[in-house]
Nanobody, 121 residues
Framework: QVQLVESGGGLVQPGGSLRLSCVAS????????MGWYRQAPGKERELVATQSNGGTTKYADSVERRFTISRDNAKNTVYLQMNSLKREDTAVYYCNADVTRIGVSFSIRYWGQGTQVTVSS
């Protein structure tokens, strides 16, 4: 199987920064896109940022120029550097990865368990 484990969440003041990490492990042959979503209380899960294995990135308008997604393909890890955090960034952040497992010809999207980010003074 495949597991995704996030880390780096926590409490930060408005204007502060956090860096999230997500490591994929298990029976992995290759990973295509990796990304981050978030879900605030009472709201639907929304895209934050994604990056293909070729480096192409996509960001939500609300985080453009504040958040940066990056990957270390050798470590099957995706990062989310979050700067200039706002109260409205408070949410549970989930990473995902489109993984092709060894011996399988198609990819499946796996999700992490989520990490809480709270922006408050």
């Amino acid at each position: 199987q495949v597991q995704l484990v996030e880390s780096g969440g926590g409490l930060v003041q408005p204007g502060g920064s956090l860096r999230l990490s997500c490591v994929a492990s298990g029976n992995i042959a290759s990973i295509n896109a990796m990304g981050w979503y978030r879900q605030a209380p009472g709201k639907e899960r929304e895209l934050v940022a994604t990056q293909s294995n070729g480096g192409t990135t996509k960001y939500a308008d609300s985080v453009e120029r504040r958040f940066t997604i990056s990957r270390d393909n050798a470590k099957n890890t995706v990062y989310l550097q979050m700067n200039s955090l706002k109260r409205e960034d408070t949410a549970v952040y989930y990473c995902n990865a489109d993984v092709t497992r060894i011996g399988v010809s198609f990819s499946i999207r796996y999700w992490g368990q989520g990490t809480q980010v709270t922006v408050s003074s």
